[in-house]
Nanobody, 126 residues
Framework: QLQLVESGGGLVQPGGSLRLSCAAS????????IGWFRQAPGKEREGVSC????????SYADSVKGRFTISRDNAKNTVYLQMNSLKPEDTAVYYC???????????????????WGQGTQVTVSS
């Protein structure tokens, strides 16, 4: 079965950290750009970060620059999103998605037509 599975979400206090994982099964992430997206209650889904399939270059939304880091572990067929200095406004369901698009990855939901995970809840609250 071809799928992406996110994990690592949970409840954390403001200023805390979490590491989300996006694991692929049935296909190899090397050949895909991977994006992280999030959707807060009552809001549209937004792009958070992505890593390109070719050179591994990355991109971040302005709201998370300097706090979040995306990385790949090809041996584990997994992409991670390290989230530091978390804020209440980071609360959302986080999704990972895969795209065969080449070149610099983009944070546009429409570019990710191949696979989507089911999401993992991140709640930042004291």
């Amino acid at each position: 079965q071809l799928q992406l599975v996110e994990s690592g979400g949970g409840l954390v206090q403001p200023g805390g950290s979490l590491r989300l994982s996006c694991a692929a099964s049935g296909f190899t992430l090397d050949y895909y750009a991977i994006g992280w997206f999030r959707q807060a209650p009552g809001k549209e889904r937004e792009g958070v970060s992505c890593t390109s399939r070719s050179d591994g270059s990355t991109s971040y939304a302005d709201s998370v620059k300097g706090r979040f880091t995306i990385s790949r572990d090809n041996a584990k067929n997994t992409v991670y999103l390290q989230m530091n200095s978390l804020k209440p406004e980071d609360t959302a369901v986080y999704y990972c998605a895969a795209s065969r698009v080449v070149g610099q990855c983009v944070l546009s939901e429409g570019a990710y037509r191949n696979y989507w995970g089911q999401g993992t809840q991140v709640t930042v609250s004291s």
